[in-house]
């Protein structure tokens, strides 16, 4: 806090002469007015990391807080030598990949829906929020239920009347299209307001041009659409990377289908391991900068934010 | 012609039946088992053949539900209008004014919205113990409104940005502050705005699952997500199906009346911010 009032101080004084009073006092009112959003978020989540980090360079077991001591990188060696670990980010991995390339395309056909339908325009759209409203854990139960054995209906449908939870490829899946459900709602939506930017001129200037419909869609639409679509992809992305709430709900991360953010819960809340856990933390953390990164780096100037600036 | 017309008709009708379908069909499944009597809850029938609201009545029979309900509602609320007013600030302050600093607000809020939360649960559960609010309202309140802050302020900031400024100007000419000028003019103008941004961030408090069953011990501050991944059957003989059923159907009432009084103002606030943001 204290930092962030020398700063623009010092800039206020050389600024003082350029700038007319009004300007001035915009400036403290900008100021003024952020002010309370970033300390919340500055005290909430930048200091926590940094704890956290501090909390993994430590052997710290809330069951023998006693014991205590500072032990450097040696719990980042242990994670990054477990197969726990590797197997949780892999699974971790390919639900994102897969779940987030099938909801693109889904989302796309979603969006184009809705964005060309001629009647039940309020219905489609008022039935497409419910997925993404609904609780995660309620959907989530109620897929469970729906797969358990005896229960459930889909189970019902399956040949043998085996427990697809039970097992780690079946479960996974069961997970993605769990995941597919609640977030390809959300992809649409955004997918339609990038639709809604397309002119339809454009779109009929292409048409007199002899474009078929598919040729429309990808010579014209898409590029067009490039900053939504990336928007969506970045994230729906981060978002799945995170993905906790579906498999603690499915499968509590049982016959190897925990994702990172359950490895890392369960080392926290199970093995009562804060050290451990902090590195998993951490790591987490690191692997989320590297996927945002990656999108920024790759896609520029169509990131959300740096459009912002401009403003 | 007329028969071209009424097979486009039909076409547009089956797409929107099956998107209708689609999305309704795991609620309609949850809400056939919550109706369900026990005898028959294990019969993996897709409509209850005995329709009963036990399952209703037992949940609402135990304060581990209604104090979990309370909680929620209590918590989401509180949050959702800290994390408003916050917001409201920030973003007219984005949208409007010129200040030093706004592409780091900006790049803060967008690091935050992509934050994996399971990182922040050690070393908020170690920092809330320590500081005596873990398993509390407030030790929910504040990271829900952290995590929130960032959609607050895109969505108000794609509103704000569609405002007509003109009259914040002439309120200017006729002698305002800028600071009168947000309070009397603009803030009346921005109400729909935020509205809209507060049934956003509620349906993100709501939804909570990972610092809920964290940061809580006991019914005393745990909401109904992680409430209900810890209810136990009413006899150790009886699985908690029936119960689970009914108190997911009870948290998702809200967001059917959400959706269907304000469908419109939710697409619009969930693209505006997306893409103009």
């Known amino acids: 806090m204290s930092s962030r009032n020398t700063v623009p101080a010092e800039q206020d004084k050389d600024a003082t002469t350029a700038l007319s009073e009004g300007a001035r006092q915009e400036r403290r009112l900008g100021w003024l007015l952020c002010a309370p959003a970033v300390v919340v978020m500055v005290a909430v989540t930048a200091y926590p990391i940094g704890y956290a980090i501090y909390l993994s360079l430590q052997r710290y077991d809330l069951r023998f807080p006693n014991q205590a001591k500072w032990v450097g990188l040696s719990n980042y060696g242990a994670v990054l030598s477990s197969p726990f670990w590797w197997n949780a980010f892999w699974v971790t991995l390919f639900i994102t990949a897969v779940s987030v390339a099938i909801e693109l395309v889904l989302g796309f056909a979603l969006a184009l829906v809705m964005h060309r339908t001629i009647f039940g325009r309020g219905p489609v759209r008022t039935a497409i929020l419910i997925p993404y409203g609904i609780v995660t854990v309620v959907a989530a139960f109620s897929w469970q239920y729906a797969w358990t054995p005896g229960t459930g209906y889909l189970a019902a449908l399956l040949p043998s009347g085996d427990a697809p939870l039970t097992e780690q490829w079946p479960a996974i899946w069961l997970i993605i299209l769990a995941e597919i459900w609640k977030a390809t709602p959300f992809m649409a939506l955004l997918l339609l307001a990038g639709l809604a930017l397309v002119p339809e001129e454009t779109l009929r200037a292409a048409m007199v041009d002899g474009a078929s419909s598919w040729q429309r869609f990808a010579f014209v639409m898409v590029p067009l659409m490039k900053p939504a679509i990336l928007v969506a992809l970045l994230f729906r992305t981060l978002d799945a990377f995170r993905i906790f709430d579906n498999i603690y709900v499915l499968t509590s991360g049982a016959h190897n289908t925990g994702s990172v953010s359950i490895l890392g819960y369960d080392n926290l809340f199970t093995s009562l391991n804060l050290g451990i856990g902090s590195a998993i933390s951490v790591l987490i953390f690191i692997c989320v900068g590297l996927i945002a990164f990656a999108f920024i780096k790759l896609f520029g100037t169509a990131a959300p934010g740096s459009q912002e600036g401009e403003r | ?277």
């Open chain 2, 1 to 277: 012609m007329a028969s071209a017309g009424a097979k486009h008709v039909t076409g547009w009708l089956t797409i929107n039946i099956v998107v209708v379908a689609y999305a309704l069909f795991p609620v309609w499944w949850i809400v056939a088992l919550s109706f369900k009597d026990p005898s028959t809850l294990t019969d993996g029938n897709f409509y209850p053949t005995k329709w009963t609201w036990q399952n209703y009545r037992g949940i609402f029979d135990t304060s581990e539900f209604t104090r979990a309900l309370i909680n929620s509602i209590g918590i989401a609320l509180i949050a959702t209008a800290v994390a408003v007013v916050l917001g409201t600030m920030a973003a007219y302050a984005v949208a409007r004014l010129r200040f030093p600093g706004k592409r780091l607000l900006i790049g803060m809020s967008l690091l935050i919205a992509m934050f994996p939360p399971i990182s922040l649960v050690s070393p908020l559960f170690n920092i809330e113990r320590f500081l005596g609010i873990f398993d509390t309202w407030p030790g929910l309140i504040i990271p829900y409104m952290t995590f929130s802050l960032p959609l607050a302020i895109y969505t108000l900031s794609a509103f704000f940005r569609e405002i007509p400024w003109d009259l914040e100007k002439a309120a200017k000419v006729d002698g305002a502050t800028p600071a009168q000028a947000f309070r009397l003019v603009i803030a009346p103008l921005a109400a729909p705005g935020v509205f809209t941004t507060a049934i956003l961030v509620f349906i993100f408090c709501w939804n909570d699952f990972l610092f809920a069953i964290s940061l809580t011990s006991t019914t005393r501050a745990r909401t109904v997500p992680a409430a209900i991944a810890f209810f136990t059957g009413s006899s150790q003989f009886q699985q908690p199906t029936g119960s689970i059923a009914a108190a997911a159907v009870v948290i998702t009432i809200p967001i059917i009346v959400f959706v269907l009084l304000f469908q419109r103002r939710i697409v619009a606030g969930l693209t505006s911010g997306a893409v103009k943001g």
